[in-house]
T-cell receptor, first 112, second 112 residues
Framework: DTAVSQTPKYLVTQMGNDKSIKCEQN?????MYWYKQDSKKFLKIMFS???????INETVPNRFSPKSPDKAHLNLHINSLELGDSAVYFC???????????FGPGTRLTVT | AQSVTQLGSHVSVSEGALVLLRCNYS??????LFWYVQYPNQGLQLLLK??????LVKGINGFEAEFKKSETSFHLTKPSAHMSDAAEYFC??????????FGKGTRLSVIA
């Protein structure tokens, strides 16, 4: 069974569109994250949720909106996509903030 | 705020040779330190972590790292490189109730 899964794996879309990426974890973890990895492999946290509550919201355009319907899911919705949004987005989860994070396989977003 | 510097964006070693990937951190409190590995087109996977206690930490796949407070370092080593070790390696630091901050990554190439 996949511990942290993301859909879709690849997403190609045009500028101005709205898209969502879904994430689910079956590890029973309380904390979930969204990261963005750019073309140079630099990894930066975007959001963190603990028990469905937003606890970290880094400097991210408000076009990005996370939603956690329950503890096992953390989805990422992006409005008005821009070229600069092209990246690989990773979901991750952990028991707590200092515990090992388990990463999903990533979603490669390409905005044309 | 904590930060991580990984020296060398690309390291190349021969199969069977020692692997040494360097990581220096900055933290205002005792840090939590992690090494993650990312294989091509995959998410990150924890290699090892240091929280408290023994400063020499052993991880998966024969890797280990030593926490040296006086040098603010957490270098990753493996006595003998295998072809399967070729990947991107990330050092990360947390100050406890703060998000993980990742280094920029070091790409390890293993030459037959």
């Amino acid at each position: 069974d996949t511990a942290v899964s993301q859909t879709p794996k690849y997403l190609v879309t045009q500028m101005g569109n709205d898209k969502s990426i879904k994430c689910e974890q079956n590890l029973g973890h309380d904390t979930m994250y969204w990261y963005k990895q750019d073309s140079k492999k630099f990894l930066k946290i975007m959001f963190s949720y603990n028990n469905k509550e937003l606890i970290i919201n880094e400097t991210v355009p408000n076009r990005f909106s996370p939603k956690s319907p329950d503890k096992a899911h953390l989805n990422l919705h992006i409005n008005s996509l821009e070229l600069g949004d092209s990246a690989v987005y990773f979901c991750a989860s952990s028991r707590g903030q200092v515990d090992e994070q388990y990463f999903g396989p990533g979603t490669r977003l390409t905005v044309t | 705020a904590q930060s991580v510097t990984q020296l060398g964006s690309h390291v190349s070693v021969s199969e069977g040779a020692l692997v040494l990937l360097r990581c220096n951190y900055s933290s205002s409190v005792p840090p939590y330190l992690f090494w993650y590995v990312q294989y091509p087109n995959q998410g990150l996977q924890l290699l090892l972590k240091y929280t408290t206690g023994a400063t020499l930490v052993k991880g998966i796949n024969g890797f280990e790292a030593e926490f040296k407070k006086s040098e603010t370092s957490f270098h990753l080593t493996k006595p003998s490189a295998h072809m399967s070790d070729a990947a991107e390696y990330f050092c990360a630091v947390s100050e406890g109730n703060t998000p993980l901050v990742f280094g920029k990554g070091t790409r390890l190439s293993v030459i037959a």
